[in-house]
Each structure stands twice: as C-alpha cells, then as structure tokens.
C-alpha cells in the first residue's frame, strides 16, 4: 500500500505563486506521479503528470505557468505554479501509479490518490 500525503496549498493572490508537494511512503518504485484538481461542480481533471524517466505533460491551461517535478530517490513529486488565476482555485489531489509503461506515456487509470490539498486564488 503506498500512501500520498500533499502539502503546500493555501491562500494567494492572483498572479502568485504556491509549490505543491507530494510524498508517497514505502520503498515502492512508482512509475508515474501526478497533480490532479477539482474545482466545486466540476469534474476532475489532470493538471500535470511525470514518469520515472521525467517525461511530463500538462493540461493546456497548465503549460507555461506550472512545471512538475520529482525525485525519484525520495518518491516525492512538486508542482510549482506561477502566475496564478482564480480559475486555478480548486483541491490538488497527488497521484501515483506503479505500472511501468513504453513510451513516455502516462497512466490512463491511477492507483493511488492523496487526500487532496485546497489552493484558493483570491483578492
């Protein structure tokens, strides 16, 4: 059983910037690491996500403001975001797989999920 623990959300203004992190326990190798968000009434949605290898991909309103990040020694994974929106305000779930994959691809289905963290962009 790997468990996610998330940290670093909280209140900003818009146009600033927060970091993430994520800490996934045991001595497990996990493949793929991944923010996740999910703003009230809407669905969840992936925002960033990395490979063991550090192959990333983002969502279109993440790139350019946001860069994943990991370490694989530590299984921890980062998300720094900048330039921050209110449409940003949502809950962070971290997620993880431990399926290796060909080609750089991330999960379609994650194992693992965190408890979530609140980021809220606002005046």
């Known amino acids: 059983q790997v468990l996610l623990v998330e940290s670093g959300g909280g209140l900003v203004e818009p146009g600033g910037s927060l970091m993430l992190s994520c800490a996934a326990s045991?001595?497990?190798?996990?493949?793929?690491m991944g923010w996740y968000r999910q703003a009230p009434g809407e669905r969840r949605e992936l925002v960033a996500g990395?490979?063991?290898?550090?192959?990333?991909e983002y969502a279109e309103s993440a790139a350019g403001r946001f860069t994943i990040t990991r370490d694989v020694t530590k299984n921890t994974a980062f998300l720094h975001m900048n330039c921050l929106k209110p449409e940003d305000t949502a809950t962070y779930y971290c997620?993880?797989?431990?399926?290796?994959?060909?080609?750089?691809?991330?999960?379609?289905?994650?194992?693992?999920w965190g408890q979530g963290t609140q980021v809220t962009v606002s005046p």
């Open positions: 990395i490979t063991y290898h550090g192959d990333a």
């Open positions: 045991g001595n497990k190798v996990l493949y793929a």
């Open positions: 997620t993880a797989d431990g399926t290796f994959l060909s080609g750089g691809v991330l999960p379609v289905e994650w194992m693992y």
